[in-house]
Every structure is written in C-alpha cells, then in structure tokens.
C-alpha cells in the first residue's frame, strides 16, 4: 500500500473521538502515521525505526516489547517488513480509527502470506487476522509507544478448538 492509499483507508474508516481531538491535530497524528505505517508498506526497516522517538520508543506487540533500535530492527525484519520474514505480502484494511490528543487506536484487518512452516502447516498460505494497534505520539511526532495486539491464532494451522 502506498502512503495516499494508507491515507484514504483512515479517511474512510470509521472515525472517533473527532470531537475531543480538532482537525489540526488530527492531520498532525495523521502525518505521524502514515510516516509509520508507510515505511512500513515500503518495506523499509530503517525509516520505520526511525519512526520512534530516541528516548523511551517502544513497541509492544503481544507483549513483547522492543526497545532499542536493534530491538526494534530485529522485530520488524522478523515480523516480513522487510520481505525475509514471517509474513510477506503484508496488507490489510483499516477499519476504525480513534483519536486522543496524543494517540490513534487504530483497528485494522490484515492479510499476508505466511512464509515460515508453523506445524502442519504449508508456507506460503494466506492468512488473515484482526489486528489493533494504540500510537502515541511525542510533541515531534515520533513514536513514543507503539502497542499492538494480533489474533494470532488465526496462525495455527487448523483451530484449537471447532466454535
């Protein structure tokens, strides 16, 4: 995805807390997004660490959190930024946005293609999974939290449990 198309998926999903964040701030937490999210799509794991503020960026992703800026290379070449990952083909849909003066929880629907064996399973497969993120950002626009949480277990090779 292209950073206009990242920017047209926020304009058309649905949006909250317009009424507590003005529209100068929200272009602001806009613009630090896409800066994100675009680096991202571009596969570019240098931009996408320097996303994150130098004192105190982090990311927690289930979880787990990175730190450093080897920590959070690390975590996005594991993650397929870079093509060499778990995933390749990262795409999805972004479905809800809310807004808080220094953050955006974003809800979003992913779809990639997963290239490592997990079980039974054969690389290669398509997968999709709910996904919802929570960006703050500092004064400079940088990242000083990024907390994401995956349905992971639409990973698994064939559900735990038939529902």
């Not at 937490?29 to 799509?41: N, Q, T, V, Y």
């Not at 849909?93 to 929880?105: A, G, Q």
């Not at 990242?143 to 064939?158: F, V």
Request: aromatic share 10%; proline share 4%; glycine share 10%.
């Amino acid at each position: 995805m292209t950073r206009q198309e990242i920017a047209d998926q926020v304009a058309n999903a649905t949006i909250e807390g317009t009424e507590a964040v003005g529209p100068e701030r929200r272009a602001f937490l806009d613009a630090a997004f896409l800066e994100h999210l675009g680096a991202e799509m571009a596969g570019d794991v240098p931009a996408v660490v320097a996303t994150f503020a130098k004192q105190g960026g982090h990311l927690s992703f289930n979880g787990t959190r990175c730190e450093t800026p080897e920590e959070l290379t690390k975590f996005h070449k594991a993650f397929g930024w870079d093509g060499e990952g778990l995933f390749s083909d990262i795409r999805g849909e972004i479905v809800r946005v809310l807004y808080t003066h220094n953050s955006m929880t974003v809800e979003f629907f992913v779809r990639a293609n997963v290239d490592v064996a997990l079980g039974d399973a054969a690389t290669g497969r398509p997968v999709a999974f709910p996904m919802c993120t929570i960006y703050q950002f500092n004064d400079d626009g940088k990242l000083y939290s990024e907390r994401a949480y995956a349905d992971s277990g639409a990973l698994l090779p064939q559900p735990i449990l038939s529902l």
